[in-house]
């Protein structure tokens, strides 16, 4: 079956500028997650929604950081006045329900010159 | 991930088995062992998991020791393609923050 899919999968972007990524996750699947791993570093979480629960945002690094997940399925991260720091790779990944098995999307590289 | 120890690199003869192996002497009781994947410029791909028992899927065998303090995870026909990081992790069954360490660079050599 299709798996979680990202799109774009590549975005440059100028400092300043806002971006939106998007995620569509396996279908079925009620639980969403966004990460973001930089060069040759290690996951690092940012948010996770579970069915029409409050998501849990603690990962967001700061307030330009969003996203929101509409009707339980697609979700959009979108990140405002990006900075160079912002460039990453930004993960999404789901699961069936709750905190179980994770398979993840092939990702979105953000590049911000 | 502070709670694996993994081997930084392993390099493996194709078509041979590849065994990658993974310390997590502190798990606790209800934490599962799970192994992941990434491709370079790819995301993580989740191979297999296991509590107790040894596990085997179309991709891998997961081999827990009884104590469970180590694990050992085999690709049985090592591929040009099973080139990747291997990340071993350890989660409890309400963690949904995975975090990834440096895990085990393998490189598969004709």
């Known amino acids: 079956g299709a798996g979680v899919s990202q799109s774009p999968s590549n975005k440059v972007t100028e400092k300043g500028k806002d971006v939106e990524l998007r995620c569509d996750p396996i279908s079925g699947h009620t639980a969403l997650y966004w990460y973001r791993q930089s060069l040759g570093q290690g996951l690092e979480f940012l948010i996770y929604?579970?069915?029409?629960?409050?998501?849990?945002k603690s990962g967001l690094p700061s307030d330009r950081f969003s996203a929101e997940r509409t009707g339980g399925s697609v979700s959009t991260l979108t990140i405002q006045r990006t900075q160079q720091e912002d460039s990453a790779v930004y993960l999404c990944a789901s699961s069936s329900r709750g905190p179980d098995t994770q398979y993840f999307g092939p990702g979105t590289r953000l590049t911000v010159l | 991930d502070a709670k694996t120890t993994q081997p930084p690199s392993m390099d493996c003869a194709e078509g041979r088995a590849a065994n990658l192996p993974c310390n997590h002497s502190t798990i606790s009781g209800n934490e599962y062992v799970y192994w992941y994947r990434q491709i370079h410029s790819q995301g993580p791909q989740y191979i297999i998991h296991g509590l107790k028992n040894n596990e085997t899927n179309e991709m891998a065998s997961l081999i827990i020791t009884e104590d469970r303090k180590s694990s050992t995870l085999i690709l049985p026909h090592a591929t040009l393609r099973d080139t990747a990081v291997y990340y071993c992790?350890?989660?409890?069954?309400?963690?949904?923050?995975?975090?990834f360490g440096a895990g085990t660079t393998v490189t598969v050599r004709a």
């Open positions: 929604f579970q069915g029409n629960s409050a998501p849990d």
């Open positions: 992790i350890v989660r409890g069954p309400n963690d949904y923050k995975l975090s």
